[in-house]
Nanobody
């Protein structure tokens, strides 16, 4: 059973950096893509970033490109979202997710963690 356990987040001021971590367990993730999504109050859950476990490619939403970086720590089976230059519009509950290669739907989700950015 795949489990994704998130940590990090919190309340910060505009311009500050935060890091979110997602520890993955339950199987080998060599053939998986890991990602981050976020959901602001009253809005749909939206894609933020994704990376293959091999690290060959990373993709970002336009709204975070150049400010956020997704990476993976293979030794600790962890995916990290480094968020720099945070803005109030980044305020949301952030979720990590995983899906096997060739599968369109994100099959597994973390528990979510709140990020609040105040001006």
């Amino acid at each position: 059973q795949v489990q994704l356990s998130q940590s990090g987040g919190g309340s910060v001021q505009t311009g500050v950096s935060l890091s979110l971590s997602c520890a993955a367990s339950g199987r080998r993730f060599g053939q998986y893509t890991l990602g981050w999504f976020r959901q602001a109050p009253g809005e749909d859950r939206n894609f933020v970033a994704q990376i293959t476990w091999s690290g060959n490619g990373a993709n970002y939403a336009d709204s975070v490109k150049g400010r956020f970086t997704i990476s993976r720590d293979k030794a600790n089976n962890t995916v990290i979202l480094q968020m720099n230059s945070l803005k109030p519009e980044d305020t949301a509950v952030y979720y990590c997710a995983a899906r096997p290669f060739g599968v369109a739907n994100w099959s597994y989700w973390g528990q979510g963690t709140q990020v609040t950015v105040s001006s």
